[in-house]
């Protein structure tokens, strides 16, 4: 299926044994390359130039099979019943939704569906049957959007800190502050939004559902680094009144909410960068049977092959982890217990991403300085790579947490052994049996029904 040469499609395109995959997951494929080559692929050039796709895009995806808010399970109950394989859809149907999206190169086209996927997730899960009578409907059925709003300009990864505040006055919440880089803003009809309604910390935040028409709310769509028609927005609300009854869940607990999605927001951007990475290789590779130098082609020089190895080496290490972490989800481990492996595998796609748009920037010499001619997918791919990088958790955040988590459990292993009885006179341990490592505990999150 696809380009047949090695490494420029996931290996189970190309004939691999793989054990996660089987007929549905082969038709589903077809549907999502089928709309990407025919809806998507011939007018990206143009929708990058004006900044935005078109809203009617998303039903038209749906129409074809495509999913317009991702793929949990209780998002799957929504969808017509034509769109859902009659096993239902597991988290392989999202890892080739998401990199076959991908394939057509970074721009943002239906960049928005993966947004409502990570903004609706806390109404279904805590909103009351008004606020989800609002907007889930009809997002899923692609004639809405919703984005969510936590980052600010003093608290990025910092989300326990954020200043946004919301006050209740009798009925309403009247909402002050500024959100940044919010993904898909000038699109979205309504707003999951973390506001601070308590004390300093993270018990202080509560969610809201906002519409976007409400007085005192501007968005502003904000110039990126990268070309992108799904655009980057600042907020700003001065003075927004927010009915009461549009508090998704109970107050205070918007914290805890928003972790339900952190993890598999993570997971959503390791499956595109994977993709990203290869086409880098992919061109790379392309590239170098065409181009000469010294009277041979490139090709032919050790070092160019070098560096094919080695982005090929990185690439499939890396949707090898993407796989292995889709299948946690889909066998049901809880997202709560996902952290440290959420966390390093996007750290370990967007410094895979950053080694191969180096890479192919180099096999492509010039040509990848420019944004016209053979080099140009690499020149915008490569300003792509800051993108994967720091949007749902920078690299050091990510790591930090992944290190903390491995502490703490070591720490509590070591307590454990060290609590254990001392021997008897007799020689006996009045304990045969050594304590285990314990396991992270689901506590610090709800239990997710998604």
């Known amino acids: 299926f696809g380009d047949p040469a090695l490494g420029c499609e996931p290996y189970w395109y190309q004939g691999y044994a793989s054990a996660y995959y089987g007929?549905?997951?082969?038709?589903?494929?077809?549907?999502?390359?089928?709309?990407?080559?025919?809806?998507v692929r011939p007018h990206l050039e143009e929708w990058i130039a004006k900044k935005a796709y078109p809203l009617?895009?998303?039903?038209?995806?749906?129409?074809?099979?495509?999913?317009?808010?991702?793929?949990?399970?209780?998002?799957?109950?929504?969808?017509?019943?034509?769109?859902?394989p009659a096993e239902g859809f597991d988290a392989f149907h999202e890892l080739i939704y998401l990199d076959e999206l991908a394939a057509v190169g970074p721009g943002g086209a239906l960049g928005q569906c993966g947004i409502n996927s990570m903004?609706?997730?806390?109404?279904?899960?805590?909103?009351?049957?008004?606020?989800?009578?609002?907007?889930?409907?009809?997002?899923?059925?692609?004639?809405?959007?919703?984005?969510?709003?936590?980052?600010?300009?003093?608290?990025?990864?910092?989300?326990?800190?954020?200043?946004?505040?919301?006050v209740l006055e009798k009925d309403v919440y009247v909402v002050n502050g500024q959100k940044k880089w919010i993904t898909g803003g000038h699109m979205?009809?309504?707003?999951?939004?973390?506001?601070?309604?308590?004390?300093a910390g993270p018990g202080g935040i509560s969610l809201l559902l906002v519409d976007a028409k409400t007085?005192?709310?501007?968005?502003?769509?904000?110039?990126?680094?990268?070309?992108?028609?799904?655009?980057?927005?600042?907020?700003?609300f001065e003075d927004v009144r927010v009915p009461k009854s549009n508090l998704i869940g109970q107050e205070g607990q918007g914290f805890m909410y928003l972790l339900l999605n952190f993890n598999h927001e993570r997971f959503v951007i390791s499956a595109s960068?994977?993709?990203?990475?290869?086409?880098?290789?992919?061109?790379?590779?392309?590239y170098s049977?065409?181009?000469?130098?010294?009277?041979?082609?490139?090709?032919?020089?050790?070092?160019?092959?070098?560096?094919?190895?080695?982005?090929?080496?990185q690439v499939e290490a890396l949707h090898d982890y993407n796989e292995r972490v889709a299948f946690q989800y889909k066998c049901g481990v809880p997202d709560a217990k996902l952290g440290a492996q959420c966390g390093m595998l996007k750290v370990f796609a967007s410094k895979t991403f950053e080694y191969c748009a180096r890479e192919a920037s180099q096999v492509f010499g010039g040509s990848s300085l420019v944004r016209d001619g053979p080099g140009k997918l690499v020149e915008r791919l490569y300003r792509e790579v800051r993108a994967s990088a720091i949007p749902g958790g920078s690299e050091e955040v990510?790591?930090?947490?992944?290190?903390?988590?491995?502490?703490?459990?070591?720490?509590?292993?070591?307590?454990?052994?060290?609590?254990?009885?001392?021997?008897?006179?007799?020689?006996?341990?009045?304990?045969?049996?050594?304590?285990?490592?314990?396991?992270?505990?689901?506590?610090?999150?709800?239990?997710?029904?998604?």
């Open 23 to 39: 007929p549905s997951h082969e038709v589903f494929r077809r549907k999502c390359r089928d709309f990407v080559e025919g809806q």
């Open 56 to 84: 009617e895009l998303h039903q038209k995806a749906l129409a074809a099979g495509l999913p317009t808010a991702g793929l949990q399970k209780d998002v799957q109950a929504r969808y017509p019943s034509a769109v859902v």
């Open 119 to 166: 903004a609706l997730p806390p109404v279904l899960f805590a909103g009351s049957p008004l606020v989800q009578s609002q907007v889930v409907e009809e997002v899923i059925h692609g004639r809405k959007n919703i984005s969510l709003a936590i980052s600010e300009p003093s608290a990025g990864s910092d989300v326990a800190n954020l200043r946004t505040s919301a």
């Open 188 to 199: 979205a009809d309504f707003f999951t939004l973390a506001v601070r309604t308590g004390k």
């Open 215 to 236: 007085p005192g709310f501007r968005v502003r769509k904000m110039d990126m680094q990268f070309d992108s028609c799904h655009g980057t927005t600042f907020l700003d």
């Open 273 to 286: 960068t994977c993709r990203f990475a290869r086409l880098c290789y992919a061109e790379a590779l392309k």
């Open 289 to 313: 049977l065409r181009r000469k130098t010294f009277g041979k082609p490139l090709y032919e020089h050790q070092m160019i092959r070098w560096k094919l190895a080695e982005m090929l080496r």
């Open 398 to 450: 990510l790591l930090d947490l992944a290190a903390r988590q491995a502490i703490g459990q070591s720490l509590r292993q070591e307590k454990q052994l060290h609590s254990k009885p001392k021997r008897s006179p007799e020689g006996k341990d009045s304990q045969d049996v050594i304590p285990q490592p314990t396991r992270a505990s689901d506590a610090e999150a709800p239990k997710s029904k998604l």
